[in-house]
């Protein structure tokens, strides 16, 4: 049963790709959405047995690596956060596969769509269940093979194509940080097993790298790494460059790279290998901040997109940095919480974004909508309730997580809990500002549509907004239901797979701080929801201040500076892309492929062989007196040597004739 649920996807996978063309576009859509049904109703069953049951379980297919210390196979381990993982992966890419039958109707490659989703479910499914760091390196690889193939879904569009690579790309930057911890690990511990690396983490407390005459914790640089890989992954400040251009793949790969697969990988990365980081306090610190700032950026940045699916996108950017400051204040339980709570209602926003996109003839700019809410009564109820469950608003299932993250931050009484405190509640009103923004300019104000737009607008069909229903019962529900199994007080849930600091009271201490910093996220939730209704519809209050108010030169500056993404997307072509291209072309290029490699490669000794052979057959001039030159000119080679052999003195005056015999044959020529 536990390996159906590993391979479902990926026989649906082999049979829409190798027998598309006999099943058909009907087909290939009934055996994907049939498997991942199927896998995801395993999922519940191991849930029960895993979580309820108390029953952890392991298996070993077959060996993979074996030599001499290196001892790597094909296992997979069926613990709490695996268990958790597989239900809300095999959940939301089910009810992504059921959407893009309906969303993808249209297009002639439907079959190998299908395909490729069940392909990244399946690699994110491996990921989530390894035993080791070998099979979860496979998966994290696999992820972004299959993110690079879907997000140039359509290969004809430049656009799509310039996204893939620079996601495939930037991931590869993260992906270096990664392979060199596994090679840290195994130079530290012999085995990349979970269960032995971790057990061993306290006897390698103290221990050193020695390079280039320095001393480094081995711990902290392992951990480091480790860290490095997850900030490719979930796109935390730096390393998110890659996550916005996703947005031209279609919309269901969207919501599933942003709410189950790609972007979890690195949160859950960090989750998994808690053993290393509660090791290595320095580290921590670093996550805290990258954390905090990635929060705070991208809801900065996200306050001025006009792309439907780009602000939810710097909003999942958003939601991954709250995530990463709860692992650097050292609670991985709330974070995971954050994380599958996040899943239900990111997926349930972009789904909805596609249903209205897919209603209005693909139209994404938010300033050409507007006034659209009696056309999508449905899709409208989806995103309000999303939206609501992304700002934190009370009783839905954004608000039991994402206000737990900012309760023990600010329980944890010390300089960085207060840092991730402040940036985690500006963030959040950041969140508001641009999620009632968004239900504004797309459903509420004035029409900026074209004709031909509203002329064709339509809700989408059953099979499009079943999805949503089911997403919405999550976005609402889970939260309430699941706070106790995730993070309550007591709860042994999570307590063979997370490393815990016993002497960390902080999710304690949260829930006796004042109800007035308990209240402060929801304060900045409302602040956030009257400065954009201020801001969208405030010339019904006063037109000229309000005019006059967005055009002043500060205003003016920041949507600028907001505009252009804090500038990252510059520095990062100035300082390295335009750098790297001028070394390929200039020194790689020119120098030494057109240089060295042209004058003594294959190309060269080509030339010369043509130059030789040439000059050769020039030889072969059909007059007598150059044959008997060549004759007397060989013979006289031949007394030479075999003279000099001889009478070694006599060397460079044979020499010397033999030149002036040359010679004087050059002239009488």
């Known amino acids: 049963m536990y390996l159906c649920l590993l391979l479902l996807p990926f026989l649906s996978f082999l049979s829409t790709i190798l027998l598309g063309r006999f099943v058909g576009i009907f087909g290939s859509c009934f055996l994907s959405c049939f498997a991942l049904f199927l896998s995801f109703s395993i999922s519940l069953l191991v849930v029960y047995e895993v979580i309820l049951c108390g029953s952890v379980g392991a298996i070993t297919l077959l060996p993979w690596f074996n030599y001499e ?45 299908m395909g490729y989703l069940s392909l990244f479910t399946f690699f994110m499914l491996v990921l989530v269940t390894a035993d080791n760091f070998i099979v979860m390196f496979f998966g994290w690889e696999g992820i972004g093979l299959a993110s690079f193939l879907l997000i140039g879904f359509w290969y004809t569009r430049t656009q799509a194509g310039k996204s893939a690579i620079k996601a495939m790309l930037v991931n590869r930057v993260g992906d270096v940080g990664l392979a060199l911890a596994l090679c840290g690990i195994f130079l530290t511990f012999k085995s990349l097993d979970y269960n032995v690396v971790f057990s061993l983490v306290p006897c390698a407390i103290n221990m050193k790298f020695s390079f280039l005459s320095f001393d480094f914790d081995r711990l902290s640089v392992i951990s480091f790494l480790l860290f490095w890989g997850s900030v490719g992954k979930s796109a935390q400040i730096g390393l998110h460059v890659w996550l916005p251009d996703a947005m031209e793949g279609p919309t269901p790969v969207s919501a599933l790279i942003h ?74 339980s709330v974070a995971f919480f954050h994380l599958v709570n996040h899943a239900f209602f990111k997926a349930l926003l972009f789904l909805s974004a596609g249903s209205i996109i897919h209603g209005l003839s693909d139209e994404q700019d938010l300033r050409k909508m507007g006034s659209i809410i009696r056309f999508f009564p449905v899709s409208y109820v989806m995103i309000l309730i999303g939206s609501l469950a992304l700002t934190g608003f009370p009783f839905f299932t954004g608000f039991y997580s994402k206000d737990l993250i900012l309760e023990v931050a600010f329980s944890s009484y010390s300089f960085m809990g207060n840092f991730a405190f402040l940036l985690g509640n500006l963030a959040a009103l950041f969140t508001s500002f641009y999620s009632f923004r968004l239900l504004f300019l797309t459903f509420i104000n004035h029409t900026n549509s074209y004709k031909v737009y509203i002329q064709n607008i339509h809700e989408g069909s059953l099979t499009l907004l079943f999805p949503l229903l089911c997403l919405c019962l999550g976005s609402v529900f889970f939260g309430f239901f699941a706070k106790d199994l995730f993070c309550g007080l007591g709860t042994s849930t999570f307590n063979d797979p997370i490393h815990s600091n016993l002497n960390n009271a902080a999710l304690i201490n949260s829930e006796f701080i004042s109800p007035l910093f308990k209240n402060v996220p929801l304060f900045c939730t409302i602040i956030g929801f009257f400065l954009s209704f201020l801001f969208i519809n405030g010339a019904f209050i006063n037109k000229n201040f309000m005019f006059s108010f967005k055009m002043s030169s500060l205003m003016v500056s920041v949507y600028c500076f907001l505009s252009k993404k804090w500038h990252f997307d510059q520095m990062w072509n100035e300082l390295l892309v335009h750098k790297i291209m001028n070394f390929g072309y200039n020194i790689s290029f020119q120098l030494l492929d057109k240089g060295n490699i042209e004058i003594f490669g294959p190309k060269s000794i080509s030339l010369q062989l043509n130059k030789i052979s040439t000059g050769v057959s020039n030889l072969h001039s059909g007059f007598l007196y150059n044959y008997l030159f060549t004759m007397i000119i060989f013979v006289l080679l031949f007394f030479i040597l075999t003279f000099n052999i001889l009478y070694f003195p006599f060397f460079f005056q044979n020499i010397a004739l033999l030149s002036l015999t040359i010679f004087s044959y050059i002239l009488l020529k």
């Not at 596969?97 to 249209?106: I, L």
């Not at 859950?268 to 705070?296: D, H, M, N, Q």
Request: charged share 10%.
């Open 69 to 113: 210390l290196f001892v790597s196979s094909w296992g997979f381990h069926f613990d709490a956060i695996s268990v958790l993982m597989l239900f809300v992966v095999t959940c939301v890419s089910f009810l992504v596969h059921v959407y893009s039958t309906s969303y993808m109707q249209a297009d002639p490659h439907l079959g190998r769509f």
């Open 259 to 332: 709410a189950a697969t790609l972007v979890t990988a690195g949160v859950f990365l960090i989750i998994r290998c808690s053993f290393f980081f509660e090791k290595s306090p320095s580290i921590l610190l670093i996550v805290t901040v990258v954390g905090s700032l990635t929060a705070f950026f991208a809801a900065s940045v996200g306050l001025i997109q006009n792309d439907l699916k780009k602000v939810i996108a710097y909003s999942t950017c958003s939601q991954l940095g709250y995530m990463v400051f709860a692992c650097g204040l050292s609670h991985y």
